[in-house]
């Protein structure tokens, strides 16, 4: 039996790899241990429903700010990811299980106990699933505006990338607020990064959103110290802005263990400023760029300081 506590069974196309040691984290990076009241009531609600969250699949470092506040991403359709990518600490390998039709049931309920504002919904990537777990999604969304009709729904999904065209439509025609999907990292290190997508189906994926429902937040997220140099990070704010996308994230890449992608460098507040400066001065909506910024981080606060930007453009 696979014991996804175990790094080397989390990751077995990693275990014989080598080690990449980090470096020493900078006095920026680090964060609190989650403790308080908050993080432990979000944390049984999540056991009692028997769902996963991303905040402790991907380790996230600001689960404890979080969860303390009663914020948690949901992750759907299973805790075992088809792809590989280097940077992500969830689990990879074949699901050992179908898709749960009850979850988007459970999901719907644990968001209405918790009183959320704003939710996010991701997963892992279904490759083995035709359409990538597209109507899994829907039917999440559904369930949400039943159960939580005053929520806003934010949706992180996979790329969609061996299904047909429909299933992107599907997503849509359920009508989240927000749509993001992450282009993760510049084109020129896909291949050792994100070795299973590609960078522009990625963005093209996001440019179709927008033509299927102009209507609708498009959102989409970079990590930087992986490697890549400023101007290649410039290109990509381009890149996304040629696609109509509303909202960039970018953040600081953390290395889950030793046997994952290395940390290049660890990217100075003052170079996250200067990234925040130039995404609006090419016109995003909204624009996080801070070392602990993560997609979701803050993400109920930003959809409500998206919609203030896009009134105020409008006139």
Same mark, same amino acid.
């Given at each position: 039996?696979?014991?996804?506590?175990?790094?080397?069974?989390?990751?077995?196309?990693?275990?014989?790899?080598?080690?990449?040691?980090?470096?020493?984290?900078?006095?920026?990076?680090?964060?609190?241990?989650?403790?308080?009241?908050?993080?432990?009531? #979000?944390?049984?609600?999540?056991?009692?429903?028997?769902?996963?969250?991303?905040?402790?699949?991907?380790?996230?470092?600001?689960?404890?700010?979080?969860?303390?506040?009663?914020?948690?991403?949901?992750?759907?359709?299973?805790?075992?990811?088809?792809?590989?990518?280097?940077?992500?600490?969830?689990?990879?390998?074949?699901?050992?299980?179908? !898709?749960?039709?009850?979850?988007?049931?459970?999901?719907?309920?644990?968001?209405?106990?918790?009183?959320?504002?704003?939710?996010?919904?991701?997963?892992?990537?279904?490759?083995?699933?035709?359409?990538?777990?597209?109507?899994?999604?829907?039917?999440?969304?559904?369930?949400?505006?039943?159960?939580?009709?005053?929520?806003?729904?934010?949706? !992180?999904?996979?790329?969609?990338?061996?299904?047909?065209?429909?299933?992107?439509?599907?997503?849509?025609?359920?009508?989240?607020?927000?749509?993001?999907?992450? !282009?993760?990292?510049?084109?020129? !290190?896909?291949?050792?990064?994100?070795?299973?997508?590609?960078?522009?189906?990625?963005?093209?994926?996001?440019?179709?959103?927008?033509?299927?429902?102009? #209507?609708?937040?498009?959102?989409?997220?970079?990590?930087?110290?992986?490697?890549?140099?400023?101007?290649?990070?410039?290109?990509?704010?381009?890149?996304?802005?040629?696609?109509?996308?509303?909202?960039? #994230?970018?953040?600081?890449?953390?290395?889950?263990?030793? %046997?994952?992608?290395?940390?290049?460098?660890?990217?100075?507040?003052?170079?996250?400023?200067?990234?925040?400066?130039?995404?609006?001065? %090419?016109?995003?909506?909204?624009?996080?760029?801070?070392?602990?910024?993560?997609?979701?981080?803050?993400?109920?606060?930003?959809?409500?300081?998206?919609?203030?930007?896009?009134?105020?453009?409008?006139?």
């Amino acid at each position: 039996m696979r014991d996804l506590k175990i790094s080397e069974q989390r990751h077995p196309e990693k275990a014989k790899g080598p080690d990449n040691p980090q470096p020493k984290k900078p006095a920026w990076i680090r964060v609190k241990a989650p403790v308080g009241q908050g993080y432990q009531e #979000t944390r049984k609600i999540m056991r009692e429903h028997k769902l996963v969250t991303v905040c402790e699949e991907a380790g996230c470092p600001n689960v404890g700010e979080c969860w303390n506040q009663g914020h948690a991403t949901m992750m759907i359709m299973g805790e075992v990811c088809t792809r590989a990518c280097t940077f992500c600490n969830i689990a990879t390998g074949k699901p050992p299980e179908g !898709l749960d039709a009850f979850e988007p049931g459970r999901v719907a309920d644990a968001v209405k106990k918790l009183g959320l504002n704003h939710v996010v919904v991701t997963s892992v990537d279904r490759d083995d699933i035709k359409d990538g777990g597209a109507e899994h999604f829907a039917q999440t969304i559904r369930a949400l505006r039943k159960q939580a009709p005053n929520t806003t729904i934010e949706i !992180l999904t996979p790329d969609f990338i061996r299904c047909d065209p429909e299933a992107l439509e599907v997503v849509v025609a359920a009508k989240p607020d927000v749509f993001n999907h992450n !282009l993760e990292t510049v084109p020129g !290190l896909y291949p050792e990064v994100r070795p299973g997508a590609r960078y522009y189906h990625s963005l093209r994926l996001l440019q179709r959103v927008k033509e299927l429902d102009p #209507t609708m937040f498009t959102k989409s997220g970079i990590m930087v110290g992986l490697g890549e140099d400023r101007q290649a990070v410039y290109q990509v704010m381009d890149d996304m802005r040629a696609a109509n996308i509303d909202f960039i #994230t970018i953040g600081q890449y953390l290395q889950p263990t030793l %046997k994952h992608h290395r940390v290049d460098r660890f990217v100075t507040p003052e170079e996250f400023a200067s990234y925040e400066q130039a995404a609006k001065g %090419k016109g995003f909506l909204m624009v996080s760029a801070t070392p602990l910024t993560r997609s979701s981080y803050h993400a109920g606060d930003d959809f409500a300081k998206m919609q203030k930007a896009r009134l105020a453009a409008n006139g």
